[in-house]
């Protein structure tokens, strides 16, 4: 079955680390996107790739990078310098038609101890 | 600035009855609105999907309905399970760079009691 793949599930940090969330896709999308869940803020957008080898920062990138080498992989790293990182992150990646819309991964949620 | 407003945090309604979830949005350029549903813990998974020359999409039970004068959209669940109990996301996408990117509003908490 084709579709978005998260790890770990939940992530502990110490501050001051960078960690990085893993996603991979096999579903041939060319576009994915990281977006961050925070309680009554909806889903904010991180980063996005429309193409392997390029990327755009989205509405928070502070505090993050990200890397598309291959069509099916779209890490995130979280750096220290992201001053509150305690959040669910979430990866989607979108099929040419709107008609569906983005699959999402199950998430990582990312706490800072 | 918010460009995609879910008003109401939650929603309560009784098994059997419609829910209707509101959404509202200030850009003009946007052209096409989706609204996915989310459990705790996981992912949002894609519900019904209108575009901006439609102003009715249907699909079972989800009907979506877009009124692109007011800016408003709406989402009528009939009849209501207690299965539809979840998050509700409206999204919507376009606007001046077609990059693909969707904007989420707040998300509405909706309660379906037996």
């Known amino acids: 079955d084709g579709g978005i793949t998260q790890s770990p599930k939940y992530l502990f940090r110490k501050e001051g680390q960078n960690v990085t969330l893993s996603c991979e896709q096999n579903?041939?999308?060319?576009?994915m996107y990281w977006y961050r869940q925070d309680p009554g803020q909806g889903l904010r957008l991180i980063y996005y790739s429309q193409i392997v080898n390029d990327f755009q920062k989205g509405d928070i990138a502070e505090g993050y990078s990200v890397s598309r080498e291959k069509k099916e992989s779209f890490p995130l790293t979280v750096t220290s310098a992201q001053k509150n990182p305690t959040a669910f992150y979430l990866c989607a990646s979108k099929e040419n038609d709107w008609d569906y819309g983005y699959t999402f991964g199950s998430g990582t949620r990312l706490t800072v101890v | 600035d918010q460009q995609v407003k879910q008003n109401s945090p939650s929603l309560s309604v009784q098994e059997g009855r419609i829910s209707i979830l509101n959404c509202d949005y200030t850009?003009?350029?946007?052209?096409?609105f989706l609204w996915y549903k989310k459990y705790p813990a996981e992912g949002p998974t894609f519900l019904i999907s209108i575009s901006s020359i439609k102003d009715k999409n249907e699909d079972g039970r989800f009907t979506v309905f877009l009124n692109k004068s007011a800016k408003h959209l709406s989402l009528h669940i009939v009849p209501s399970q207690p299965g539809d109990s979840a998050v509700y996301f409206c999204a919507a996408s376009g606007g001046s760079s077609n990059t693909g990117k969707l904007i989420f509003g707040q998300g509405t908490t909706l309660q379906v009691k037996p």
């Open positions: 579903l041939n999308h060319d576009a």
């Open positions: 850009n003009s350029m946007f052209d096409y």
